[in-house]
Antibody, heavy 122, light 110 residues
Framework: QVQLVESGGGLVKPGGSLRLSCAASGFTFSDYYMSWIRQAPGKGLEWVSYIVSSGNFIYYPDSMKGRFTVSRDNAKNSLYVQLSSLRPEDTAVYYC???????????????WGQGTLVTVSS | QSALTQPPSASGSPGQSVTISCTGTSSDIGNYNYVSWYQQHPGKAPKLMIYEVSKRPSGVPDRFSGSKSGNTASLTVSGLQAEDEADYYCSSYGGSSNWVFGGGTKLTVL
């Protein structure tokens, strides 16, 4: 069955950096687009990034461009996000989610991991 | 890209139907049939319930249905059951490789 397992979260000071990972199994990872989506405590969901199956194209909302860098290693079935210049408002659970199959319209996220908590505080 | 607008709460008694709205703009919901809905129980990951406005993934009960009119999408839960009590989020493709979510609606089964 499809499994997504995030890791790498923790407590970091403002201005610091953190690298999150997502290990995928149960499907052909290289055939799917992938996303990071976050949820601040008690708040709603917020899309963070979207990376195509090859890794050649990566999309971010304007509010996160320049601070977050997403990558993937299809040989290791893994998705990553490097979080930099972190602010207290970046405190959230970060989920990785599977997007569309390559070549399909990226219209939904059908499997989600359990998330990893990032806390930005001094 | 602004978040989609959902009511903060909705409620219904067991067996009743409840509809949750999700309002966007002509740039997202109004322009694409790429609306999806997610159910989230406390402390759990979101689960896809509806995609492309009205399609149900395998395993989702047919009590859940989706629709869209203009810039507003809706999720209807019929025959409410206790396990339907959860937070529900809508999402839409917003063009230019952007995705947007709603603020969420807490559904209470009375």
């Amino acid at each position: 069955q499809v499994q997504l397992v995030e890791s790498g979260g923790g407590l970091v000071k403002p201005g610091g950096s953190l690298r999150l990972s997502c290990a995928a199994s149960g499907f052909t990872f290289s055939d799917y687009y992938m996303s990071w989506i976050r949820q601040a405590p008690g708040k709603g969901l917020e899309w963070v990034s979207y990376i195509v199956s090859s890794g050649n194209f990566i999309y971010y909302p304007d509010s996160m461009k320049g601070r977050f860098t997403v990558s993937r290693d299809n040989a290791k079935n893994s998705l990553y996000v490097q979080l930099s210049s972190l602010r207290p408002e970046d405190t959230a659970v970060y989920y990785c989610a599977r997007g569309a199959a390559a070549g399909s319209v990226p219209s939904f996220f059908d499997y989600w991991g359990q998330g990893t908590l990032v806390t930005v505080s001094s | 890209q602004s978040a989609l607008t959902q009511p903060p709460s909705a409620s219904g008694s067991p067996g009743q139907s409840v509809t949750i709205s999700c309002t966007g703009t002509s740039s997202d919901i109004g322009n694409y049939n790429y609306v999806s809905w997610y159910q989230q129980h406390p402390g759990k990951a979101p689960k896809l319930m509806i995609y492309e406005v009205s399609k149900r993934p395998s395993g989702v009960p047919d009590r859940f249905s989706g629709s869209k009119s203009g810039n507003t999408a809706s999720l209807t839960v019929s025959g409410l059951q206790a396990e339907d009590e959860a937070d529900y989020y809508c999402s839409s493709y917003g063009g230019s490789s952007n995705w947007v979510f709603g603020g969420g609606t807490k559904l209470t089964v009375l």
